[in-house]
């Protein structure tokens, strides 16, 4: 039995289907490509930029204000602002800030928090870390913790602000337990 070709009004409407299927998805991928490039960060990913900045250029007291009820239960801010005047000193005028990215979790109880993966390229080398966000009653986002690791970092530049850290470390652990 030998195959007909196609009728020509019904080969006009396969290639109609064809065209407009074609359309269709290329209308969906610029959707989507669109969308990403124009979703800007996250609103936790501003706020943890936002605390970044601020612990860079010395400014304890604006980094502080960005932070959870516990944390500052068992941060003072005396203790923040010297360890964002260590980290301004190590930094320099010329840090750039990169948020590399987030990611949100739901933890038991059900409180939404991010990790905001960051780097900061500074007068003496590299900062990097991850900032943990919670998010609060308002819809806003909190700093809840935070890390710093200096790779590559002569160990003398950094010294006073690891040690900062290191007795920070101590004293939360001390003010949690009792």
Same mark, same amino acid.
């Given at each position: 039995?030998?195959?007909?070709?196609?009728?020509?009004?019904?080969?006009?409407?396969?290639?109609?289907?064809?065209?407009?299927? $074609?359309?269709?998805?290329?209308?969906?991928?610029? %959707?989507?490509?669109?969308?990403?490039?124009?979703? $800007?960060?996250?609103?936790?990913?501003?706020?943890?930029?936002?605390?970044?900045?601020?612990? #860079?250029?010395?400014?304890?007291?604006?980094?502080?204000?960005?932070?959870?009820?516990?944390?500052?239960?068992?941060?003072?801010?005396?203790?923040?602002?010297?360890?964002?005047?260590?980290? %301004?000193?190590?930094?320099?005028?010329?840090?750039?800030?990169?948020? #590399?990215?987030?990611?949100?979790?739901?933890?038991?109880?059900?409180?939404?928090?991010?990790?905001?993966?960051?780097?900061?390229?500074?007068?003496?080398?590299?900062?990097?870390?991850?900032?943990? #966000?919670?998010?609060?009653?308002?819809? $806003?986002?909190?700093?809840?913790?935070?890390?710093?690791?200096?790779?590559?970092? +002569?160990?003398? +530049?950094? %010294?006073?602000?690891?040690?900062?850290?290191?007795? #920070?470390?101590?004293?939360?652990?001390?003010?949690?337990?009792?």
């Amino acid at each position: 039995m030998a195959l007909r070709p196609p009728r020509p009004r019904r080969a006009r409407r396969l290639v109609r289907v064809a065209l407009a299927t $074609g359309a269709a998805t290329l209308v969906a991928v610029v %959707a989507v490509i669109a969308f990403s490039l124009t979703r $800007g960060p996250r609103p936790e990913e501003q706020v943890a930029e936002r605390f970044l900045t601020a612990l #860079l250029q010395g400014e304890g007291g604006a980094a502080y204000a960005l932070t959870t009820p516990e944390y500052r239960a068992v941060v003072f801010e005396r203790d923040l602002d010297a360890i964002a005047d260590a980290l %301004a000193d190590v930094a320099g005028t010329g840090a750039a800030l990169t948020i #590399l990215g987030s990611e949100r979790t739901v933890p038991e109880p059900v409180t939404p928090e991010s990790l905001v993966g960051y780097q900061a390229i500074t007068d003496v080398g590299r900062i990097e870390g991850v900032v943990t #966000l919670e998010q609060q009653p308002d819809d $806003g986002w909190a700093v809840r913790e935070v890390s710093h690791r200096f790779p590559g970092a +002569d160990p003398e +530049d950094v %010294a006073e602000v690891q040690e900062l850290l290191r007795r #920070l470390n101590q004293q939360v652990t001390q003010r949690v337990s009792g």
